[in-house]
């Protein structure tokens, strides 16, 4: 019976379940937001990221930035690299695009307003 206590009680301190996700998974793969001290393991860390569509990656509980160091230290270089390097890019990218319509349906309404007034100040010209 003893040995069973043992048993429980090892593992028990080696393992801690995520409060996402609700599995039991070792500590070294807990981990905490520097800003809110919110606690998950790394794989559902790895699907926020992954899930979120935006180019600032935050925690999934207080929404504040995770810096890229942190990343590095939840989730490993090798991830963090490949992150920055394809699925950032590609993020920033649609952004930009998305801000380059944006800027240019703005800009064919203003430019349109603009026409509509000169129009009109030339007719209010010609009266006089």
Do not use: W
């Amino acid at each position: 019976m003893s040995a069973i206590m043992a048993t429980t009680v090892s593992t028990t301190t080696t393992k801690m379940e995520c409060l996402v996700c609700v599995t039991e998974v070792s500590k070294s793969q807990i981990h905490k937001c520097p800003h809110c001290e919110f606690e998950c393991c790394t794989t559902c860390i790895k699907y926020h990221i992954n899930t979120s569509q935006k180019t600032e990656k935050n925690c999934m509980n207080c929404k504040k930035k995770l810096t890229r160091s942190t990343l590095v230290g939840f989730l490993g270089k090798s991830f963090a690299d490949k992150l920055y390097r394809t699925d950032i890019k590609e993020l920033v990218f649609k952004e930009e695009m998305i801000r380059a319509l944006y800027l240019r349906s703005k800009s064919a309404r203003i430019f349109g307003q603009l026409k509509k007034r000169s129009q009109q100040l030339k007719k209010t010209l010609r009266k006089k």
